[in-house]
């Protein structure tokens, strides 16, 4: 099998430019093939792909074959007149030689895909090259139809074969050739004049092209490229393949999985609306489509349905609980195999089975051929239900239970389901001793029926019986008062069997009786497991004592010794398991002290009806799983089919391939919804220009030069001096420098403290954009009093803490470009202490009257809201804050002094907030934007997260990484009062945004647009928010720290981010992505979310108490319950990447002093391996 396919995704405007220097590209709009005003071709982005499989293999996989290739080849335009020309002789030859090899009649191929790009070179020679083979002019029994799909979509260029090649299987899967839009005006005179009289159509219709039962529909699909290479392939329709049979099975499972829990549920609401767009699929070719064609993964749903409406029901329910679902483990799903015995015993066992599945109808075929040439008795009519139960011998009785296990051990393990350890119920005992490797099928098969044999001949039945007691073994003993009897089976804490001559049971039954104790007499003619059998024990040896015992491969829990066996069975073992007493319970219990059973074991009842399943489930009820493999009332496939489901829920890996393979051939695979990723953005911006060096850097000295050379005059309180700033009639560059440190920075800083240090906030950084954007303004563009300033797209990728030496510098650089002609400017902030650009934005100079325009559309309902919550909080329904309220809840991460105090009033309903605001009359410096008067206004988007009571900011703190817009149509005044407005939502991957409103009145004067947060937990902040180690940095910095960076500016969203910054709040997976729609966001889920209870193994006590507690920190910041984060479990499953491990290393360090490194996850695979880190 192979998987081919092209891509060709349009990242940048270069190649467009090169395409159209070299006149491909046309000047007028998208492809027109064949049109005689064709002037080149429209570029288009493609993805496209196909399976590839030899044509025996893919009938025999049951796959849907779409079309047969029956001849492909390449070869060259040699001698045409240029590399880009095609030439038709090549082409010609390229043509009759995929003829020859398909051994067809070119005049009946139906349909040519052209390359078609609508060239005035391509079209005709095409067009004269397939006319010559295809339509030479000789008589045609069909119409030739001709078409390219280039005409619909584009030139995709490297996928622009495999969009033909798809458009040529989709004609044939639909029947109809689509109509040609490529002549808008009239056909190409360069085009051969007989078109008809050849047999040629264009479809400007669709057209039908139904199949024909005398002879197949042939295609040709040809394509050719800029460097002189042509390839063409003749392609057939599939023969279409009947269903043989059909699938009998009254219930089918629905299997649904997925790598995460959001595309887990994506994937159920995508089948769901499947089934119900889609109600005549038939619930047989959507079970073998879901459960056999495709693959699984971690997170899983099944369910067993009766029809597309059954499954629906079923289904719809895991949709809420998708998001809280746990990923299964197979090392975490060993599966115990136990034994049915003699009870509950019918005609007819497997029945269904084996009519329908031919690998258990061999196995037993096999096995009951062996009894054959052993000389017993032919048991096939106990299986296929053609006897009367009144007739069957003791012999084939016992032997047909016995062999059915064997099959049946054998059936589940072509599903991939093998034991990891077994246990025998009286008879079952063989069929586990066969499955533990321990005696072969024919030493089984003889064993069991000579002991049959021997029971015939030496026990006389209907003298002796059975009765089942709901007691225990103790509570028997106490009822029956010294009266005598014999124990077969101790089954369950409450289920007690007893053994021993027929008036002696009905004796007991009615002492018991009156004790209040439920008993039944079991339908079995012998007392098994009681002195009854003495007689026959020593015969049985002798005549067996020739069979081979091997050491078993696998566990084997001894009943009769409860204990595990790992050796010492031979035949005196079974001699003595015959007579004596099954101590179900004492097996259980032995297995469960060692260690062979946990909570983790999921246990398979082999055999005809489910008796042990509810002896272990009532003895070890802690058990995950417990189902059978048939049932006497239930159709073998329903109860096969349901215990399937429960394993396969239960992170068991099934071969459901084999499953269906009873039905394949009846079986179809469906189209079924494809998988829902959960998908992210990775857009690379392109950030070239239209220079000749396409943005990068160029060596100009005198430019260089200029950098050193300081703008004298000029200084507000956050730009305190320009470096360098160069202006042309289009263009605009600018360089300055600020200090920290300066007493014009140091109550705007230090009165925005977080963790008890000064941070230079995000508005402060606003202040310097609007200040750069207002320079280049007053000097750049003229006549600009009309013109406002839009800081657009900012992105905080490192926060900047403010150190506390009194002689050293801390200097912070921000250098801008702008295009006049475009109206925009992209800034950069540089921070020379860790060599990092770390902060950018883009500035857009708009018309301030066109925002108030905008906004006055919203101003409505953004007061309405405001008054909504006013009355909220009149009801006593919101929260009404007063200053030092607000501001106290602030202080739970940033502490403001009292300039920043500005909210006098704010109401707080869960995600929702408004503020009256009162600037401050004293500006306190001079400043283009005041960050204070921005803070006052918007902060309120920070109080919703970090101080209110619908988020968890107890454990975890919100940051401002970014924002879309922020734009003032009219100045905050000092003094001014203002409302502010903002509702947080949910963006993705643990962020937060708003818009935030500013209103003067009812009218909005100011938006911050997106304003957003990413949310990380408190232990980071120590981390986070340390001031830098104080070093001695040049005030005036030389071009080699700034040219480099200074002349890539181009867009913002390429900006180099060093290693540190990826280890910020404000790096990284913290940007937002703002091309979201504001209003509809996508679903998001906090790392925080709780997960959904399960019922787990408690932990285990561990011998290193920290290692005990760096689990728990793990498992904390994971958000898993610990009894997950099992040593074999795989840390990737579980969403431990380089962020997660960051948080948690410095956890570890804070907590238990274990110095282990950030990228710790690297080192381990599994959470086993953690206790080599931590010693």
């Not at 047989?284 to 749903?301: E, F, G, I, P, Q």
């Not at 039944?520 to 007689?535: C, E, G, R």
């Not at 202490?833 to 409505?860: M, Q, V």
């Not at 071009?1039 to 990826?1062: D, E, F, I, R």
Request: aromatic share 8%; hydrophobic share 40%; proline share 5%.
């Amino acid at each position: 099998m192979a998987i081919t396919g092209g891509m060709n995704i349009i990242t940048n405007s270069d190649v467009y430019a090169g395409l159209s220097k070299g006149h491909f590209l046309s000047s007028t709009g998208g492809c027109k093939t064949w049109d005689e005003g064709a002037d080149g071709y429209c570029r288009a982005d493609g993805v496209g792909s196909v399976v590839l499989k030899r044509l025996e293999d893919a009938e025999a996989d049951n796959d849907n074959i779409l079309a047969v290739v029956l001849a492909a080849g390449t070869d060259h335009s040699a001698e045409a007149v240029s590399i880009t020309h095609p030439h038709d002789l090549a082409q010609i030859h390229l043509f009759s030689q995929m003829v020859k090899r398909s051994g067809i009649d070119p005049l009946s191929v139906g349909y040519v895909e052209f390359h078609g790009t609508g060239t005035g070179a391509g079209d005709p020679t095409e067009m004269s090259s397939v006319t010559k083979v295809f339509a030479n002019g000789q008589p045609r029994t069909t119409d030739l139809h001709i078409g390219s799909v280039k005409s619909n979509v584009g030139h995709g260029e490297a996928a622009a074969g495999i969009m033909a090649f798809i458009k040529t299987l989709l004609v044939f899967q639909k029947s109809t050739i689509p109509p040609h839009v490529g002549i808008k005006t009239g056909l190409n005179p360069a085009l051969p004049k007989d078109l008809d009289r050849r047999g040629i159509v264009i479809p400007y219709i669709a057209t039908p092209w139904e199949k024909n039962s005398s002879q197949k529909r042939l295609a040709m699909v040809n394509n050719f490229g800029a460097a002189g290479g042509n390839t063409a392939m003749i392609v057939e329709e599939a023969t279409e393949r009947p269903r043989i049979g059909e699938d009998t099975r009254p219930t089918h499972p629905i299997t649904i999985s997925a790598k995460t829990p959001y595309s887990l549920q994506e994937n159920l609401k995508r089948l769901i609306n499947f089934m119900e767009t889609q109600p005549h699929v038939s619930i047989a070719d959507l079970s073998y489509t879901l459960c056999a064609r495709k693959m699984h993964y971690n997170y899983r749903v099944s369910v067993l349905a009766s029809s597309l409406k059954d499954a629906i029901k079923l289904l719809r329910p895991h949709i809420d609980t998708a998001l809280n679902q746990l990923p299964t483990n197979p090392k975490q799903a060993p599966v115990a195999f136990a034994f049915t015995g003699q009870g509950t015993f019918y005609i007819g066992i497997g029945a269904q089975l084996y009519r329908d599945s031919r690998p258990f109808r061999e196995q037993v075929n096999r096995l009951n051929g062996i009894a054959q040439r052993q000389k017993f008795a032919c048991f096939l009519p106990i299986i296929k239900n053609s006897c009367d139960i009144k007739d069957v011998p003791t012999v084939s009785l016992h032997l047909a239970i016995v062999c059915v296990e064997i099959a049946l051990t054998r059936l589940w393990a072509s599903y991939g389901v093998t034991p990891s350890v077994v246990l025998g119920h009286s008879l079952g005992e063989y069929a586990a001793l066969n499955t533990a490797g321990v005696i072969s099928d024919s030493d089984t098969i003889f064993l069991v029926g000579t002991r049959a044999n021997l029971l015939e001949t030496h026990c006389k039945p209907a003298t002796h019986g059975m009765l089942s007691v709901r007691a225990s073994h103790e509570k028997v003993l106490k009822a029956t008062d010294g009266i005598p009897f014999e124990v077969s089976c101790i089954n369950g804490p409450e289920e007690t069997v007893l053994g021993g001559a027929l008036e002696d049971l009905e004796a007991l039954a009615t002492v018991l009786g009156k004790a209040g104790y439920r008993t039944i007499k079991l339908n079995v003619p012998h007392a098994y497991h009681t002195s009854q059998m003495d007689v026959l024990v020593d015969d049985f040896v002798k005549l067996t004592s020739a069979v081979v015992f091997k050491a078993p491969k696998i566990p084997v829990i001894s009943p009769l010794y409860s204990k595990v066996l790992a050796s010492g069975i031979d035949v005196s073992y079974l001699a003595k398991a015959t007579q004596g007493t099954v101590d179900y319970i004492g097996g259980l219990n032995a297995a469960w002290e060692s260690g062979v059973l946990s909570k983790s074991t999921l246990w398979l009842e082999i055999g005809h009806h489910p008796c042990c399943v509810s002896f272990i489930a009532k003895t070890l009820s802690d058990t995950r799983l417990t189902a059978p493999t048939m049932h006497r009332d239930q159709d073998n496939w329903t109860t096969l089919g349901k215990t399937l489901t429960s394993l396969y829920n239960a992170g068991v890996a099934i071969d459901w391939a084999e499953y269906h393979l009873p039905f394949e051939q009846a079986l179809r695979l469906l189209g079924a919804p494809t998988y829902a990723w959960n998908n992210k953005n990775y857009w690379i911006q392109y950030s070239g220009d239209w220079n000749l060096t396409k943005g990068q850097a160029l060596s100009d000295p005198n430019f260089t030069k200029a950098i050193t050379q300081a703008v004298k005059g000029f200084r507000t309180s956050s730009i305190h001096e320009i470096r360098s700033e160069n202006y042309t009639e289009t263009s605009a560059q600018i360089v300055t420098e600020s200090d920290m440190t300066d007493p014009a920075l140091k109550d705007v800083i230090e009165g925005h403290a977080m963790n008890n240090y000064g941070v230079a906030s995000s508005f402060l950084h606003a202040d310097m954009a609007f200040t750069v954007a207002k320079r280049i303004l007053d000097k750049g563009i003229p006549n600009s009093s009309n013109i406002g300033i839009n800081v657009t797209d900012f992105e905080y990728h490192e926060p900047v803490v403010k150190h506390y030496s009194p002689t050293k510098a801390q200097p912070i650089v921000v250098s801008a470009e702008a295009d006049l002609g475009k109206r925009q400017a992209h800034v950069k902030w540089y921070n020379p202490a860790k060599n990092l650009w770390y902060c950018h934005a883009t500035i857009s100079y708009e018309d301030p009257s066109f925002w108030l325009s905008t906004w006055s559309r919203s101003s409505g309902l953004v007061t309405s809201r405001i008054a909504a919550l006013r009355d909220l909080a009149a009801r006593g329904h919101a929260d009404k804050l007063t200053t030092n309220l607000a501001y106290s809840l602030f202080g739970k991460l940033v502490s403001y002094s009292e300039m920043y105090r500005t909210m006098k009033t704010v109401i707080l309903n869960k995600d929702e907030a408004m503020a009256e605001v009162e600037l401050s009359s004293d500006t306190a410096g001079n400043w283009t934007v005041p960050p204070h008067f921005i803070d006052g206004c918007a902060s309120l988007s920070g109080l919703i997260l970090n101080g209110g009571t619908h988020f968890d900011n107890k454990k975890y703190f919100y940051v401002t990484p970014s924002w879309k817009s922020m734009r003032f149509a009219k100045p905050l005044a000092p003094g001014g009062k203002y409302l502010a407005y903002v509702r947080m939502i949910p963006a993705y991957k643990n962020s937060f945004v708003g818009d935030v409103y500013i209103l003067q009145g009812d009218e909005i004067v100011g938006v911050v647009e997106a304003l957003g947060f990413t949310e990380w937990p408190r232990v980071m902040l120590n981390r986070f928010f340390q001031p830098p180690p104080i070093k001695t940095a040049s005030h005036a910095l030389d071009a080699s720290q700034l040219s480099s960076p200074l002349t890539s500016l181009g867009s913002g969203a390429t900006t180099p981010v060093s290693q540190s910054s990826q280890q910020s709040p404000f790096a990284g997976d913290s940007k937002i992505d703002t091309s979201l729609p504001i209003t509809t966001p996508p679903p998001a889920r906090s790392v925080h979310e709780k997960e959904n209870k399960c019922e787990l193994p408690p932990p285990k006590k561990e011998a290193s108490g920290r290692y005990v507690r760096a689990k728990e920190i793990i498992a904390e910041e994971l958000a898993v319950d610990i009894r997950v984060l099992t040593d074999d479990a795989n840390v990737v499953d579980f969403g431990l990447d380089s962020l997660m491990s960051l948080v948690i290393s410095q956890r570890l360090r804070e907590e238990l002093k274990i110095e282990v490194r950030d990228a710790f996850y690297l080192e381990i695979s599994t959470f086993g391996d953690l206790k080599t880190l931590i010693r």
